[in-house]
């Protein structure tokens, strides 16, 4: 079977952040047979969907890399309450989607960045609805396993986390039990959530990867960081984004994976010192990190 590839790729243009350098060799499978081929033919690989919430380095990753991206495929019967979607398949795209065939538990996604791979891996959540929520079960892999399924309660979710992340599962596609309700009344939450979106968060057309920091129980990761003055914070090509305090930005596409990470740190420490909180990155690091790099995360505890 033959599986799409490139050597040398140069991952700048695909992910959200428009930083990173060159990756060995990137995968871009259509279906989970393909992934499957994949897998079985690379010895070590690390797994993406739409790049959304990662920092590449600028270095690029001498290694190989599989993108879920391509794989977007989707079955539902009409008349149906239930929805399979690969990994792929982009947040918008299924809210849209879904809206018209009057089914709801997809609203949240309509502003999201990621893909349903990403979503389910760091149990995404917004606006009180959650991926979990009408979850029934998943396909995944791992390199012990190969391919299996996982019901809901076997996830393991809990806030910004699954069983996924902690032990090494990668998610292939998912079911759905959605919710029967107007179209009319989907549109109008869709709406609401992107007009909150658009208040609160940078465009999609503004280069980020999304909220940098977990919010820590009970408290706001945004709202420690604009009592420290994180705001006014910029470091090389990089900056905190003036409209939300837990955003950088890469405005003029100019930041290195460098002073994303300083910019980070300093964020970091500023709430540290002031209230003593360590704030958790939700940023996901791929590459060669340099021996700044080295350092930087090993104090804010990024693999």
């Known amino acids: 079977m033959h599986v799409e590839f490139e050597e040398n790729f140069d991952v700048k243009k695909l992910t959200s952040f428009k930083i990173g350098g060159k990756i060995k060799k990137v995968y871009f499978p259509k279906t989970v047979k393909e992934f499957e081929e994949v897998a079985k033919c690379e010895e070590q690989f690390e797994v993406f969907g739409n790049w959304s919430n990662t920092l590449v380095s600028s270095d690029g990753y001498d290694g190989v890399v599989i993108v879920t991206s391509k794989m977007s495929n989707y079955l539902w019967t009409e008349n149906s309450l239930y929805f399979w979607a690969e990994a792929g398949c982009k947040g918008p795209m299924l809210a849209q989607m879904t809206e018209n065939a009057g ?3 997809f609203e949240f996604m309509i502003g999201f960045p990621g893909s349903l791979g990403g979503n389910i891996y ?16 998943v396909t995944c892999y791992s390199k012990e396993k190969g391919i299996f399924e996982l019901l809901k309660d076997e996830m393991e979710f809990g806030y910004r986390s699954s069983v996924c992340q902690r032990k090494d599962i990668i998610v292939l596609g998912a079911e759905f039990e959605l919710e029967k309700k107007s179209s009319e009344e989907i549109k109008a939450k869709m709406e609401e959530n992107l007009a909150f979106r658009k208040a609160h968060q940078p465009s999609l057309a503004l280069p980020n990867c999304g909220s940098v920091f977990r919010n820590p129980e009970g408290n706001s990761a945004g709202k420690l960081l604009d009592e420290v ?34 910019l980070m740190l300093k964020m970091f420490s500023s709430v540290k010192e002031k209230y003593g909180i360590e704030l958790k990155p939700e940023v996901r690091y791929l590459g060669n990190k340099n021996l700044r790099e080295v350092e930087i995360c090993k104090i804010l505890n990024i693999k």
Request: proline share 0%; with cysteine; hydrophobic share 35%.
């Open 103 to 105: 089914l709801s538990g």
């Open 122 to 137: 760091m149990n995404a959540s917004a606006h009180g609805q959650c991926i979990s929520d009408k979850l029934v079960k």
């Open 229 to 262: 003055g994180a705001k006014d914070f910029k470091v090389g090509g990089v900056q905190v984004w003036e409209n939300h305090a837990n955003f950088i930005v890469n405005s003029e596409q100019k930041g290195t994976s460098t002073d994303v990470l300083e």
